[in-house]
């Protein structure tokens, strides 16, 4: 508790925009996603929900607003920056070193936040088994030694959140991690989802509403670059608004 | 690389290594030197472009310039030289100072050119080349201009002058080997698992924390090493460096080299080296030497036509072919390239 007695936020959007020419994909987005809390994220197609992702996780700065992680302004920060500061990410279409096997993949992001980047020495006993950890932990430990090029499309999905976990990040954003699940694989993540410690900050994108909403505490649904509703679940999956736009639009994935 | 590439390829570099170490003992002296030691020498400096652009996905033309300011920083500073620029440095501290010199250079080149990519990176690289060698053309007080610095005879060896054929090819033997076992080793480590990883995926890597742009910086540091060795080599096997070592026909060479070697494997750049020598040495004997370097050009021509990926994606191939195996060919620079191509924000496929 700080003295104001309001706890500083996990993450704190203030009228974050973004421009790309004439099109705003992300316009005027302020919201406060508290310590711990789990939070989803719905909306249509072309809402601007991946691109919200990238200016938190600094691909490309905000044309407008600014972004704060656990009170610090992180708007200016190149993306190694802030993964160092504990924002982690998965993406929407997987993006894994395709020349590496799964081991060295993992061993890649489990480096990344750390000291020892540049290190000479093979790596450590403590890396490895690491690695093998998260391999498990994601259902893919059987693959440790298997090219990533060879990997299915659900095995792909899983290592993508293997690897942002990987990071332990404070803040750990998932950007559709069922897309393309078999309907075995996702209660798997439901699982997985909700075996993270608490105090990890999560927000999911996930068009799904059978994975986002169980585990959410909150959800913001937006459309065209704006946050139309935010709210609890069971609010959310009543609202007229959310019903006109996903059955407007069709839950296309 | 695959686990099945992996598994094979500590007994066949040892068992290649063998074999070179013999070969000397079964040919004749200008062989030795003028064929694989030469291939040797040259092999290294390719191997840096290799080793850049196999697991960084950087294809660098500076690596001979790079190379080429190993060799003058030595020739500038040890006894004996002619013209004479500083002398009096012996071998044991110009040899290393001239390693760092080219560290640096390598550094500098990353630095310069860390926001390009493919053609531009080709094209950025090149021009760095082009402009040492001219400025080292026209540089009397430093590099002795046109003529460059002779008689550059490389250190004593157990008390044998660098000029005998058996020192000279073990010594540049011994160097090659080591940088090779250097190469292999450093991609195992997170250095190097990092700097393919962002070859395959730089947007990826900075996400996670890494510093990418320092990061290629540093595998061009590396590179610059390694070809400084070499430049330090080709040095003493031409007993002496001149702009011609680094000029625009050198640097185009070390381009044909690791590249019908085939990249993928630091292999290639000897096996390369080793096919341009013997091109380079005989062909003029074949053929009219006015239209030699056609004939050179033609069969590169050919070989790159017939195996876009040289020589190591040829053996590939026909290991594939010979022993098929089911999960398919996971390896190869090109794979991953292919697979990485997409635009960078391309959130709205999946
Ligand atoms: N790098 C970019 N350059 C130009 N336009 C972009 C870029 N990234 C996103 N856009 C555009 O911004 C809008 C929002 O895209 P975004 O990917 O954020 O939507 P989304 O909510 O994630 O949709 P989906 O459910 O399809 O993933 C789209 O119109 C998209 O075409
Ligand atoms: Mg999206």
Known sequence: MRPGGEETPALLLQGVGRRFGALAAVSDVSLAVARGERRAVLGPNGAGKTTLFNLICGDFPPTAGRVLLFGEDITALRPHHRARRGVGRTYQTSLLFNGLSVRDNLLVALRGARPGRFSWRLPPTADRAAAQLLAERVRIAALLDTPVAALSHGQRRQLEVGMALACEPRLLMLDEPAAGLSPVERPELVALLRSLPRDLTLIVIEHDMDIALPIADLVTVMKDGQVVVEGPPDRIESDPMVQAIYLGHGRSH | ?350
């Open chain 2, 1 to 350: 690389m695959t686990p099945g590439t992996a598994r094979w390829a500590l007994p066949a570099s040892l068992a290649l290594l063998a074999v070179l170490a013999l070969l000397p003992l079964a040919i004749p002296a200008f062989w030795t030197a003028n064929i694989l030691g030469r291939a040797i020498v040259y092999g290294i400096v390719a191997m840096s472009l290799t080793f850049l652009a196999t697991y960084g996905g950087f294809v660098s033309l500076a690596q001979m310039m790079i190379a080429g300011t190993a060799g003058y920083a030595v020739a500038i500073l040890v006894p004996g030289a002619v013209p004479s620029i500083l002398g009096g440095v012996p071998y044991a501290l110009a040899i290393p100072t001239g390693l760092l010199a080219a560290t640096a250079m390598g550094l500098l080149v990353g630095l310069i050119s860390v926001r390009t990519q493919g053609i531009y990176l080709l094209m950025i690289t090149l021009s760095l080349g082009v402009g040492v060698h001219l400025f080292v053309q026209a540089n009397i007080a430093w590099f002795n201009g046109y003529e460059g610095i002779r008689n550059v005879v490389g250190p004593e060896i157990l008390g044998l002058p660098f000029r005998d054929t058996f020192v000279f090819y073990y010594t540049a033997l011994a160097t090659a080997a080591l940088l090779y076992a250097l190469v292999l080793y450093l991609v195992r480590t997170p250095f190097g698992l990092a700097l393919q990883a962002l070859r395959d995926n730089p947007r990826r890597v900075s996400a996670l924390g890494y510093d990418a742009p320092l990061h290629r910086i540093a595998a061009f540091g590396v590179a610059g090493f390694i070809a400084g060795a070499g430049g330090i080599l080709v040095t003493f096997y031409n007993i002496g460096i001149s702009p011609g070592t680094i000029g625009l026909g050198a640097t185009v060479n070390i381009l044909v080299m690791s590249v019908i070697g085939g990249l993928g494997h630091p292999v290639g750049a000897f096996i390369g080296a080793v096919i341009f020598t013997l091109f380079d040495t005989f062909a003029a004997d074949l053929y009219d030497r006015d239209r030699f370097n056609t004939l050179v050009g033609v069969v590169f021509l050919a070989i790159v036509l017939a195996s876009p990926d040289g020589v190591l994606g040829m053996a590939r191939r026909l290991r594939d072919a010979l022993a098929p195996r089911p999960q398919g060919r996971a390896d190869g620079i090109a794979t991953s390239r292919a697979a990485s191509a997409g635009p960078p924000a391309s959130g709205n496929g999946a």
